[in-house]
């Protein structure tokens, strides 16, 4: 059985950073993908981007290119998500995923994390 | 990027009822679309994925269908523990995008 555990909530000044981790358990974490998927307060999901451990690889939504970076250490089965230049707006609840690639079934999310909520005020 | 429109945003219904969500893409994605279900204050839960394929452990009174842009997700028989927001996801290209979500309320 898989299972995401992340880091707790944080408090954060408007032009800081953030560094969220997503420890996995089960599965085979250097070959399944992982996805950070970010939720505003009462608005809905917003997939920001993802990273194959094995190829080091990483993918980002272009809203978010150059402000966040998607890394891993595959020692430890931890995934981080950094978020630089904090703004109010980046008040959310973020999301790890495991990224299943299914062949004919394509890719789907099967396992997430507990979210951690990153709060940024000033 | 590809968007993803989800109809209605708000339903409505009775514990018994049958209810359908629509998705609709703004190009073709073949089959590669996700259904999630979410509860306040709760990580998402896959439900579905390639339009069709019931994830392990859902209630089959969950099913779904569609293809490149039309797709659809039925509940056949609402329970208690069904009311919470759906969302759909295509997962044909980088970006990931998820639907609006639609939010299930009992009546």
């Known amino acids: 059985q898989v299972q995401l555990v992340q880091s707790g909530n944080e408090v954060k000044k408007p032009g800081s950073s953030v560094k969220i981790s997503c420890k996995a358990s089960?599965?085979?974490?250097?070959?399944?993908?992982i996805s950070w998927v970010r939720q505003a307060p009462g608005q809905g999901l917003e997939w920001m981007g993802g990273?194959?451990?094995?190829?080091?690889?990483?993918s980002y939504a272009q809203k978010f290119q150059g402000r966040v970076t998607i890394t891993t250490d595959e020692s430890m089965k931890t995934a981080y998500l950094e978020v630089t230049s904090l703004r109010s707006d980046d008040t959310a609840v973020y999301y790890c995923?495991?990224?299943?690639?299914?062949?004919?079934?394509?890719?789907?999310?099967?396992?997430w994390g507990q979210g951690t909520k990153v709060t940024v005020s000033s | 990027d590809i968007q993803l429109t989800q109809s209605p945003s708000f339903l409505s219904a009775s514990v018994g009822d049958r209810v359908t969500i629509t998705c609709r893409a703004s190009?073709?994605?073949?089959?590669?679309l996700a259904w999630y279900q979410q509860i306040p204050g709760k990580a998402p839960k896959l439900l579905m994925y390639?339009?069709?394929t019931l994830h392990s452990g859902v209630p089959s009174r969950f099913s779904g269908s569609g293809s490149e842009t039309e797709f659809s997700l039925t509940i056949s028989s609402l329970q208690p523990e069904d009311f919470a927001t759906y969302y759909c996801?295509?997962?044909?290209?980088?970006?990931?995008?998820f639907g609006q979500g639609t939010k299930l309320e009992i009546k």
């Open positions: 995923a495991r990224v299943v690639s299914g062949g004919y079934f394509g890719k789907y999310f099967d396992y």
């Open positions: 089960g599965g085979t974490f250097s070959r399944d993908s």
């Open positions: 990273i194959i451990p094995i190829f080091g690889t990483s």
């Open positions: 190009q073709g994605i073949s089959r590669f």
């Open positions: 390639a339009a069709s």
């Open positions: 996801q295509q997962l044909n290209s980088d970006p990931y995008t």
